[in-house]
C-alpha cells in the first residue's frame, strides 16, 4: 500500500536534546512538507522540499532543521534551539504544487 | 497576505441532522486552490476536496457537498444527514499557485464538529 508513515507516534525527550523526526513516502511524490499543530490550533509549515537536495524555510522554521537526500524520506530535526518544541508534528507529500497533499499519522513530542 | 477563516470553532448537531461548515478566505491572486480535510481523533489528515479558482461548480460526493462562491470567498462544506463517525475537526486551506513549484497552504484554525447520537 502507498502512503506515508511517521515513526515513532509519541516521543519523549529531555529539554536540551535534539530529537530527528522521521518521514518516508512511497507515494513518488516530489514534494514533502513539515506541519506543527499546537492544540485547539490549525497547521502551521515548518518546511517544504519541492525536489530532492532542496527545501525551503517555511512560516516557523526557528529551531528546525531539514534534509532531503532521497526522494522517499524527508526527515525533520527539532534542535535544542526551539524554545516550545512539545506539539504534534505532521509530515505530507504532494505530486506537485497544484495538488493535494497527503499526510502521514503524525509524531507527537514531548519535551520535559 | 493570504488568510483562511472557519468562524465556527466548535459545531455540536444530533445525528442525521444536515450541518454545515463555513469558510472564508483572503487572497490576491487570481490562480488559487481551496481545499477540506478531516481530521479524526487519530490525528491524521484525511484529504476530501481539492477546487481550483476556475471552477465554481458545485461538488457533491455521497452525502459530502461543496458550496464555492468567488463573489463572497468562501467555500462552505455541508454533511447531509451527519452520522457519529463525521465527527472530526474540519479543516479549510488555501494554497498559492506560484511559489517555485512548491504548493504552500494556509490552513484555517479548524471546526470541531461533535455528531451525538
Known amino acids: 500500500d502507498g502512503g506515508i508513515t511517521q515513526s515513532p507516534k509519541y516521543l519523549f525527550r529531555k529539554e536540551g536534546q535534539n530529537v530527528t523526526l522521521s518521514c518516508e513516502q512511497n507515494l513518488n511524490h516530489d514534494a514533502m512538507y513539515w506541519y506543527r499543530q499546537d492544540p485547539g490550533q490549525g497547521l502551521r509549515l515548518i518546511y517544504y522540499?519541492?525536489?530532492?537536495?532542496?527545501?525551503q524555510k517555511g512560516d516557523i522554521a526557528e529551531g528546525y532543521s531539514v534534509s532531503r537526500e532521497k526522494k522517499e524520506s524527508f526527515p525533520l530535526t527539532v534542535t535544542s534551539a526551539q524554545k516550545n518544541p512539545t506539539a504534534f508534528y505532521l509530515c505530507a507529500s504532494s505530486i506537485t504544487m497544484t495538488y493535494e497533499q497527503y499526510f502521514g499519522p503524525g509524531t507527537r513530542l514531548t519535551v520535559t | 497576505a493570504q488568510k483562511v477563516t472557519q468562524a465556527q470553532t466548535e459545531i455540536s448537531v444530533v445525528e442525521k441532522e444536515d450541518v454545515t461548515l463555513d469558510c472564508v478566505y483572503e487572497?490576491?491572486?487570481?490562480?488559487?486552490?481551496l481545499f477540506w480535510y478531516k481530521q479524526p481523533p487519530s490525528g491524521e489528515l484525511v484529504f476530501l476536496i481539492r477546487?481550483?479558482?476556475?471552477?465554481?461548480q458545485n461538488e457533491i460526493s455521497g452525502r459530502y457537498s461543496w458550496n464555492f462562491q468567488k463573489s463572497t470567498s468562501s467555500f462552505n462544506f455541508t454533511i447531509t444527514a451527519s452520522q457519529v463517525v463525521d465527527s472530526a475537526v474540519y479543516f479549510c486551506a488555501l494554497s498559492e499557485a506560484g511559489i517555485q513549484g512548491a504548493q504552500k497552504l494556509v490552513f484555517g484554525q479548524g471546526t470541531r464538529l461533535t455528531i451525538n447520537p
Open positions: 477546487r481550483n479558482s476556475f471552477d465554481e
Open positions: 522540499s519541492q525536489i530532492v537536495n532542496d527545501f
Open positions: 487572497t490576491r491572486d487570481t490562480t488559487y486552490y
